[in-house]
């Protein structure tokens, strides 16, 4: 009850989720007990089937959750391939785009975390801050912050390019 459906294939599978949103071609199709999903976008949650609480609006945001509950994804591609992930935000195009089981991560612009597939605690404020980081419990702030930054646990990095030429350690 309470659902909303726009869009060819929004909501289509839906069964007994209650209070969602979707607004744009395939947004939440596969979803069948989620409740209270937002998806604005082209195929924005179209995988999801049961995860609930969740915010996707941009081409193919959130695309291929399935069950990670309590993310948010603002931006062309971001959280894409995030699965069963949750609590994740991403704001910004290609924000967080390859996680996939990283939870409670912050990504705000273009390419934020971009790499990172399943490490947690990150956050990442700026134009492709810590872009191609897997590490864990890494915090950069300003454009490209730690941007070169692969495998790096626990740093600090605020300022424009600070730390950049960081990778490992």
């Known amino acids: ?7 060819a294939y929004a909501l289509d599978a839906n ?38 609480n969740n915010t996707a609006v941009g ?4 695309t291929t959750n399935t069950t990670g509950t309590l993310n948010t994804a603002v931006g062309a591609y971001a959280l894409d391939a995030n699965t069963t992930a949750d609590n994740n935000s991403a704001f910004g195009y290609n924000a967080l785009t390859a ?15 971009g790499a990172n597939t399943t490490a ?10 810590l872009s191609v980081s897997t590490g864990p419990d890494n915090t950069a702030v300003g454009s490209y912050a730690m941007t070169n930054n692969t495998t ?11 730390v950049e030429d960081n990778t490992t350690g």
Request: aromatic content about 10%; hydrophobic content about 35%; glycine content about 18%.
């Open 1 to 7: 009850a309470g659902n909303s459906a726009f869009g």
């Open 15 to 52: 069964t007994t989720g209650a209070a969602n949103q979707a607004f744009g071609y395939g947004t939440l199709g596969a979803n069948t007990t989620g409740q209270f999903n937002c998806a604005f976008g082209h195929s924005a949650l179209i995988a999801n089937t049961t995860a609930s």
């Open 59 to 62: 081409y193919l945001a959130l």
């Open 99 to 113: 996680n996939t089981t990283g939870t409670q991560n912050c990504a705000f612009g273009r390419s934020a975390l």
């Open 120 to 129: 947690d605690n990150s956050s990442a404020y700026g134009y492709g801050a």
């Open 152 to 162: 790096g646990a626990g740093n600090v990095a605020v300022g424009k390019g600070s």
